[in-house]
């Protein structure tokens, strides 16, 4: 978990999930470009369908939604929660803009105004314009054993080195590849896989309870009448809840809703 105290989050900012950007994707990148100046962007995880910020194949293959969002930074604050699908932010802006390649482009952005945090980092708590606790996070937390095993592995710095030793030597050929078939996976909506919308929020809610906020108000980090607000992505689902001071807050994804 990371404590962010610089930050208040305001009554205005936007939250944007699971877009799951492809080339080609427009209408996205409108969504974008009509952002309102001055206003946070919380992007929640899986903005883009693959993007390992380590690898040039997959930078050049993102590289319009990368710039846009580096533009946006010269005139918004940008919180970057990574997703499972689009991780190694941290490189990204440093090795893809500043690379001698694109140069040409004279692509300017703001460092300041965009902040990565890694999976290892999540959730990230806050406090809003109310002064109550947000806890946020990509949504891909305590899933199960597995998962977590593979979330660790995937976010290595071992597994980062081979994924980039193996882009060069295949001349990005084995990413295309990869990112092909990711592509052709179902991308939808929770409720395209189930309907138990309140019992999953329920058990949601209880594993924040279990790893965050009991831990919290033992520690005094917060008080334990503090209302909780628990805003997370992934799993598509654009449902709320509230139960006792916790709302729970399901994103939608933006890609399932096309409501740009």
């Not at 959730?123 to 937390?141: E, S, Y």
């Not at 919308?197 to 309870?209: G, N, T």
Request: include cysteine.
């Amino acid at each position: 978990m990371t404590f962010i105290e610089d930050i208040i989050l305001q009554e205005d900012a936007i939250f944007i999930a699971d877009s799951h950007f492809k080339q080609g994707n427009n209408k996205l990148k409108k969504f974008f470009l009509c952002i309102p100046k001055g206003i946070q962007v919380f992007l929640m995880g899986d903005i883009f369908h693959l993007l390992i910020g380590a690898l040039q194949s997959s930078r050049l293959e993102n590289h319009e939604l990368i710039c846009i969002i580096s533009q946006l930074s010269l005139t918004n604050t940008i919180i970057f929660l990574e997703g499972n699908h689009d991780f190694s932010l941290q490189h990204i802006w440093r090795d893809t803009l500043d690379s001698p390649a694109n140069t040409t482009h004279h692509i300017q952005y703001n460092p300041n105004n965009i902040r990565i945090y890694t999976y290892y980092m999540q959730p990230i708590i806050l406090k809003n314009w109310k002064n109550n606790t947000c806890i946020l996070a990509h949504g891909d937390l305590w899933i199960n054993s597995f998962y977590n095993q593979y979330r660790k592995i995937l976010n290595s710095n071992v597994s980062i080195f081979l994924f980039k030793v193996l882009d060069r030597l295949s001349c990005g050929i084995i990413y295309r590849n990869i990112s092909r078939r990711v592509s052709q996976r179902i991308t939808a909506e929770f409720s395209f896989y189930r309907s138990d919308f309140k019992e999953f929020m329920l058990k949601r809610i209880r594993q924040y309870q279990k790893h965050i906020i009991v831990p919290l108000t033992e520690n005094n980090n917060v008080k334990h009448d503090d209302i909780f607000y628990i805003i997370e992505g992934h799993f598509h689902l654009g449902q709320s809840l509230h139960q006792d001071n916790i709302h729970y807050i399901a994103l939608p994804s933006l890609y399932c809703t096309k409501t740009y």
